[in-house]
């Protein structure tokens, strides 16, 4: 389980990271969310459904902290979740993220 220090702080960086990538005028089409269960978050996309006030949700990526790093997980083709071997784990959640953001495999940022 993340300690509240860390989740305040990861709830910051995230919700500084989701204002950034998603502009105000489309948040009406697009958003993202992110969610903190135990040891894990989860960045996810949602778009509006063709009912009123409900959203499509499409998780994006997973942040697990094990043994005091941060791995990150993709969904493969089965839909679980599977360890990007590619991204080092790092101590340092913000290096995760940046490293997400780069998506030099194109795991993440699918168009």
Do not use: C
Request: glycine content about 4%; cysteine-free.
């Amino acid at each position: 389980m993340i300690d509240p220090f860390t989740v305040k702080r990861i709830d910051s960086i995230m919700s500084g990271y989701i204002d950034q990538k998603i502009p105000g005028d489309l948040r009406v089409s697009v958003r993202l969310r992110h969610e903190i269960v135990d040891n894990q978050l989860t960045l996810a996309e949602e778009r509006p459904t063709s009912k009123r006030n409900e959203w499509d949700r499409i998780d994006i990526v997973q942040f697990r902290l094990e043994s005091k790093q941060w791995k990150v997980y993709a969904k493969n083709g089965d839909h679980r979740w599977t360890f990007v071997e590619m991204i080092s784990p790092s101590t340092d959640f913000e290096r995760q993220l940046e490293q997400v953001e780069i998506d030099q495999a194109g795991l993440f940022w699918k168009s």
